[in-house]
């Protein structure tokens, strides 16, 4: 299975850009890189994936390496609602279709 | 937009107790997935349903059976609950498996078993 490695943590100022980095050096051609969150006492929720090319969406911006071994998700401007959870995950092609998850990287927004 | 619906929210069993957490969604959707999630871990998948009437093993299957009763709904039973599967319990759907369409999670089971 291609796995995902992550920080254990990070924190960042309120209205300030977070760059949260993911690294997924045995990617397959096919894995679609997925983001998601979790806020606590939630169930994840999707926040944007890609194949090859950098992505935007309302809620944030990936940028995947050239050579797709690694990935960042973007928050342009940081709020308390953005503390949570975050996954970088591959899904499995292989029969199951699941995700992978691995621990994530709690972010810490500071007022 | 209710999205993925799990009842109940919280459960107390005791070891041996067998018990059905129940999922459904008004999405339309065709697959449907358990996932548990242990403290400070990722979520596992325990089984999946591509679509209605079918249903395959993921990671984590033992003491687990599932039924996809029609859809929208997507059960999980536990025969006889033990200590180990005390977790908190989401279910997700998703259009199909393709893997760039999203999974919709709903808010989780938090079932503790004594």
């Known amino acids: 299975d291609a796995k995902t490695t992550q920080p254990n943590s990070m924190e960042s100022n309120e209205e300030e850009p977070v760059h949260l980095p993911c690294n997924h050096s045995t990617i397959s051609g096919t894995d679609y890189i997925h983001w998601y969150r979790q806020l606590p006492s939630q169930g994840p929720e999707y926040v944007i994936h890609g194949l090859t090319s950098n992505v935007n969406n309302r809620m944030a911006s990936l940028a995947i390496a050239e050579d797709r071994k690694s990935s960042t998700l973007i928050l342009h401007r940081a709020t308390l609602r953005d503390a949570a959870v975050y996954y970088c995950i591959l899904r499995d092609e292989s029969g199951t279709y699941k995700y992978i998850f691995g621990t994530g990287t709690r972010l810490k927004v500071l007022a | ?114």
């Open chain 2, 1 to 114: 937009n209710a999205g993925v619906t799990q009842t109940p929210k919280f459960q107390v069993l005791k070891t041996g107790q067998s018990m059905t957490l129940q999922c459904a969604q008004d999405m339309n959707h065709n697959s449907m997935y358990w996932y548990r999630q242990d403290p400070g871990m990722g979520l596992r998948l325990i089984y999946y349903s591509a679509s209605e009437g079918t249903t395959d093993k993921g990671e984590v299957p033992n003491g687990y059976n599932v039924s996809r009763l029609n859809k929208r709904e997507f059960s999980l039973r536990l025969e006889s609950a033990a200590p180990s599967q005390t977790s908190v319990y989401f279910c997700a759907s998703s259009h199909d498996r393709a893997s760039n369409q999203p999974q919709h999670f709903g808010d989780g089971t938090r079932l503790s078993i004594l």
